[in-house]
């Protein structure tokens, strides 16, 4: 065999194996996220179906509700997906549990955050303008997650 067909070969065979290996953590993830998702929404509650696998992301979607389990530092988040009515966005919020998921249904973001969407739209450099705002609100997110587990971890000590 020459050398061009045992490296395609060679590289075939290694695709293979990834993309197995690629498909079992998907799948182990996706198993251990219907877990934690259930804990937060409750045994009954309708028809959970999976939207999209990866490892360290699943998708359901639980009676017309996305929701999206993400792993941070090696823990599950819950996270609801929505679009919000007024402003057109994405957005992705946090729940803890089935009261989280009912605020997030209601008031998927402050007033505030629409305003300065509509502003944006407004502005000749939305792009940029709305990659911009959009890691400034997940910024925001990330340290009201921060404050919120270290106020949890340290409310012993006071």
Do not use: W
């Not at 939207?51 to 929701?67: A, E, H, Q, R, S």
């Not at 009912?102 to 939305?126: I, M, Q, S, W």
């Not at 792009?127 to 997110?141: H, M």
């Amino acid at each position: 065999m020459d050398l061009k067909k045992k490296a395609i070969e060679e590289y075939k065979r290694e695709k293979q194996l990834t993309d197995e290996n690629y498909k079992k953590e998907a799948d182990n993830f996706a198993e251990k996220s219907l877990h934690v998702l259930r804990d937060i929404v409750g045994g009954n509650y309708g028809d959970i179906k999976v939207v999209t696998k990866m490892p360290g992301c699943t998708d359901f979607n639980v009676d017309g509700v996305l929701l999206r389990v993400v792993t941070s530092n090696g823990y599950p988040i819950v996270n609801i997906v929505r679009t919000c009515e007024k402003c057109g966005f994405n957005i992705e919020s946090r729940v803890i549990n089935l009261k989280d998921i009912g605020k997030a249904l209601v008031e998927p973001h402050d007033k505030f955050d629409c305003e300065r969407f509509f502003k944006l739209k407004n502005d000749p450099d939305y792009d940029e303008n709305a990659k911009v705002s959009i890691t400034d609100r997940r910024l925001l997110e990330a340290m009201k997650d921060f404050i919120r587990e270290n106020d949890q971890m340290c409310s012993g000590y006071e």
